[in-house]
Structure formats: C-alpha cells, structure tokens
C-alpha cells in the first residue's frame, strides 16, 4: 500500500504547490480554500492509506519481484446486481428536491431514504442471494 499512499501525498504535495501559486497571482479566497481543502483531503487520504498499510501483512502488488500468481485466489465478495442503489440516489434526490420545495417533501424524501438504506443495507439477509 506504499504506492497508493505515495500517490496520495504526492498529490497532496502537487495540489499545496499549485495552491501557493494560485493564491500568489489571483488572490481569490474562494479558488485557493478550495486548493486548500483539496490538499487536506489528499493528504488526510494518503496518511490513512501508509499508516493502514503498516499494520496489514504484505500483499503480492506490494513485491517489487512478485509474480502473477501470487495474486489468485477468492479476493472478496461482489454484488452480481443491485436495484437498491438506483433507489437510494432517487430517494436522495427526492430529498434535495424537497429543501428547495418544502419541508413537507423533504420528509417524504427522508423516509424513503431511510427505507431504502435498510435495504441496501439488509439486501443479502434475505431472499434469492441470502448467506
């Protein structure tokens, strides 16, 4: 996970220099809060990754002289579909909508953000892929 944390604070580094730089020839507080924030979120990203991966056991992309194979086997467990998220998005749209309409509409959109939440949430409990 060396890569992926030195990519982020390398980022991180790029998005601070351009910052400075941006800062220096416009002085917009709003272009140069947002640089700000974004080397914050890279740098906060690529510390969580490099002092994550210390703790983990070495994986095979991290062996400079690993080979292919070292790779196989089950990496984890993937949804083969899923309708829950379209629903979700359309249930936070609903909600977003319902603050520039009213709150009567927010609420509904609330509802059915939290109904299908628990759904996506408990989607493998029960039916056709339950484990």
Known sequence: MKVEGGLFIGCAVFFAGA?????????????????ALAVGLAFLTGFYVLFTGRR?????????????EEGTGEIGFFSPHSWWPLFLG????????GVAIGWWLFLIGMLCVVSTTIGFVFEYYHGEFAH
């Open 90 to 97: 359309l249930s936070c749209g609903l909600a977003a909508l």
């Open 19 to 35: 910052d400075i730089v941006y800062w220096y020839f416009s002085h917009d507080p709003t272009g140069t809060t947002a640089l």
């Open 56 to 68: 983990l056991p070495k994986r095979p992309e991290d062996d400079p002289a690993g080979e292919i």
